[in-house]
């Protein structure tokens, strides 16, 4: 069987023994569930790309940015909306160090 979750909810799942393999992606939570003793064995296996859209109008100026820190700061200068999952995937972890 397979399981689809977010990160932190993968990682729980490992520390439970409720799984056999964990693919996450969130280095620095892999790490310390290593380091913790809940898995052995970790392995890159495959890797992803974060981008960020948005309405076409712009309203924080960001089209064509290449530097995501800057990006960021300007939606949050222009206190334009910024929809996040707050779940605690891999991918909002990646977020909040980017914030």
Do not use: C, Q
């Amino acid at each position: 069987d397979v399981i689809a979750v977010g990160t932190g909810k993968a990682l729980t799942l490992g520390e439970n023994g409720d799984v056999d393999v964990v693919l996450v992606h969130a280095r620095a939570a892999e790490d310390k569930f290593i380091e913790e003793g809940y898995g052995v064995n970790r392995r890159d296996v495959m890797f992803n790309d974060f981008i960020i859209l948005g309405s076409s109008d712009d309203p924080a100026e960001i089209k064509g940015e290449s530097n995501v820190t800057l990006a960021l700061k300007k939606i949050a200068d222009r206190k334009t909306y910024f929809i996040s999952r707050g779940d605690n995937s891999g991918t909002h972890k990646k977020e909040k160090r980017l914030w």
